[in-house]
């Protein structure tokens, strides 16, 4: 006897962008839903075998509901899996999969832009132009914004899977020395990392390539700002709840360290009264860009190419890319 066809529903299909996603809905009954809202999640899930999705929360509660009982495989979008209850899915005998290193290049790379933007200050220069400034010059050139060489300085990395591997080969082209963290909560890091304490004090530079978990949630706070240098600054690609956004800006406003670049924050989309939206639009020395790192159009493709490879091998009875 034929098993019965996967019966699929693709929860926030607007996450890809321009990103065909004909490579799954050309192959198997799917039903396409642009944005899903919470409220929405339940009933879209009636009857589905499979649910596909890059950040629509599927936690215990929907889990345990009957209109999840045909539910077998949630197949996430993405590497972080945050968004689903793990446990509660082994608990009801539900698979869970991700895409690891899809985006790594992607990410990589927009990580070392957020880096040298924080040292070069090319768009503000940019910036200044346009509104005249250099126009004005006495000289042939304008020095309004500090900017620093790379070459040389400490690029502490915490959280060295293949987007921090990634991050540590380019940033040691521009000739920066690379520190590697040791896991959050391990007291005894391996002899190639350092104590998260000795790299907050040491680093020039701090990049967050960790999972959010409950080890890592506020892992930047009051004290770890406190340690940095002065001079240093903190870029996050991660996610938002690594950092602990209210020490974070009272951090910049009184220059305990130099700046800072997240592509992530807690509440996304953020609220235009979100803190540490405010700000953005108020502190020279933060740069917010919305989580945009991961979304190179080669990485979008990859991703929806991969999802499909996690979909055929679950239905093939083949374990790929599951999620403890």
């Known amino acids: 006897m034929n098993k019965p066809e996967p019966r699929i529903v693709i929860l926030d299909a607007a996450t890809y962008g321009d990103v065909a996603l004909t490579t799954v809905t050309g192959t198997w009954d799917c039903t396409v839903h642009q944005v899903t809202h ?32 045909d539910l077998k495989l949630i197949a996430v979008a993405a590497t972080g899996t945050d968004i689903i209850d793990k446990e509660a899915a082994a608990r009801r005998g539900v698979t869970v999969c991700n895409v690891p290193g899809y985006a790594s290049q992607s990410v990589a790379q927009f990580t070392m832009a957020l880096i040298l933007e924080l040292a070069s200050r090319a768009s503000s220069y940019a910036a200044a132009v346009k ?4 126009q004005k010059s006495p000289v042939f050139t304008l020095l309004s914004f500090p900017n620093l060489e790379l070459h040389g300085k400490k690029l502490g990395i915490i959280g060295y899977g293949n987007i921090g591997r990634t991050v540590a080969q380019m940033a040691s082209g521009f000739g920066m020395e690379i520190l590697i963290g040791g896991r959050p909560g391990s007291p005894t890091p391996s002899p190639d990392r350092l104590l998260l304490t000795e790299l907050f004090r040491q680093a020039d530079f701090v990049s967050l390539h960790c999972p959010l978990t409950p080890e890592t949630r506020n892992l930047v706070n009051q004290e770890s700002l406190a340690s940095m240098k002065r001079s240093a600054f903190l870029v996050n690609t991660a996610r938002g709840a690594l950092i602990d956004e209210p020490a974070l800006v009272e951090a910049l406003r009184t220059n305990v360290i130099a700046g800072a670049a997240l592509d992530v924050v807690t509440q996304e989309p953020p609220s235009a009264d979100q803190p540490i939206i405010v700000a953005a639009n108020n502190l020279d020395n933060l740069i917010v860009t919305p989580h945009t790192a991961w979304s190179a159009r080669e990485a979008r493709q990859r991703l929806i190419e991969e999802v499909r490879e996690n979909v055929a091998a679950f239905l093939q009875g083949r374990e790929r890319n599951h999620v403890a």
Do not use: C, F, H, Y
């Not at 919470?38 to 950040?55: D, F, P, S, V, Y």
């Not at 509104?131 to 250099?134: I, Y």
């Open 131 to 134: 509104a005249g400034e250099w």
């Open 38 to 69: 919470a409220e929405q999640t339940r009933a879209r899930l009636a009857g589905r075998t499979i649910a596909i999705t890059n950040k629509v929360e599927i936690n215990e509660s929907v889990l345990n509901s009957p209109d999840a009982r």
